[in-house]
């Protein structure tokens, strides 16, 4: 079978039984494209169904000589394991080429976090006097109070806001529902929202059970939520490289510190594997670290020689 008609099987499978985002289909078809380009320009007449180790070794030695970093290496490798997989449920390969692979080694990196003092500067400069004022600080205290990501957030529909229990419900990756509680904060930022400004403006079709809207009456976009997070930053004095998805990890990791169970972080997160969650314990690490050397008298002394 020909690279085409396998690849196109593959999309379809990721499509359906995965339920991947489009985005991280177009991802996985991009990634076995340059494989399939590789083996044209070395001229080896290869189907996916010949390939042995040694040729995606090859390929990945061959992304290493153009300067292709670790992350774009292990996205491929990830894309590729992937692909063999659906190879093998469908009987069409005996043996996963990639099993034995190892990838690169990926540096520890731990995301940019905002302590609370600097979250509630964040939210104390945005102007209510603005004309979708109420409507951004709902937004980014619903943010930080329930640790959504972004798509959720802007996607948040009426038929899942509960004031009266404290719950929002929300639709994650891959499809995902889960109930994450909100606090009374942002429960009357957002009340304040739906009973003023979104009053005013008249929902498009389809957008009608949208909580949040922009002034023509559509969805937001995670682009305009970027732009209004630099801007708020600015005005906040915060000169972190901070996102939408910075409040996530900032919910997250104050939970943390103040002693929340790992397990019940990992549910509201809507994380799949603990592992996952676990990022938050070294951020957690790192700040009882910052707190030591900057009280424990020893280190107070010897910072001051």
């Not at 008609?5 to 995965?18: A, D, M, V």
């Not at 996205?75 to 690169?104: C, H, N, W």
């Not at 540096?107 to 603005?130: A, G, H, M, N």
């Not at 957008?207 to 922009?214: G, K």
Request: charged content about 25%.
């Amino acid at each position: 079978m020909d690279w085409n008609s396998l690849i196109n099987g593959f999309r379809q499978y990721i499509s359906l039984e995965k339920g991947l985002s489009n985005h991280t289909r177009l991802a996985y078809v991009s990634d076995l494209r340059k494989l399939e380009w590789y083996f044209n320009e070395q001229e080896l007449k290869l189907s996916p169904i010949d390939l042995k180790p040694q040729n995606v070794i090859d390929f990945i030695i061959y992304l290493n000589s153009l300067g292709i970093g670790e992350r774009s290496q292990a996205r491929m490798l990830s894309s590729i394991r992937a692909f063999f997989k659906y190879l093998l449920i469908e009987d069409l390969i005996k043996v996963e080429p990639t099993e034995l692979i190892q990838g690169p080694k990926l540096p520890i990196t731990y995301p940019e976090v905002l302590s609370v003092e600097e979250v509630e500067k964040f939210l104390s400069v945005i102007d209510l006097s603005d004309p979708h004022g109420h409507r951004n600080r709902a937004m980014f205290e619903t943010l930080y109070a329930c640790g959504l990501r972004v798509s959720e957030m802007i996607t948040l529909k009426l038929a899942g806001y509960f004031p009266d229990i404290g719950f929002v419900r929300v639709i994650g990756k891959n499809n995902k529902e889960r109930i994450v509680p909100i606090g009374e904060t942002a429960i009357q930022q957002i009340n304040f929202y739906l009973e003023g400004e979104r009053r005013q403006v008249t929902p498009k079709p389809g957008f009608e059970n949208y909580v949040f809207l922009n002034r023509r009456g559509a969805g937001l976009t995670r682009n305009m939520i970027f732009m209004l997070v630099k801007d708020y930053a600015i005005k906040a004095g915060i000169e972190k490289n901070i996102s939408p998805h910075t409040f996530r990890h900032s919910f997250a990791t104050h939970l943390v510190e103040g002693g929340a169970d790992l397990k019940a972080v990992q549910d509201m997160l809507g994380h799949e594997s603990i592992t996952t969650t676990e990022i938050y314990t070294h951020l957690d690490m790192g700040y009882l670290r910052e707190t030591l050397m900057r009280y424990h008298p020893l280190y107070v002394r010897d910072s001051r020689r």
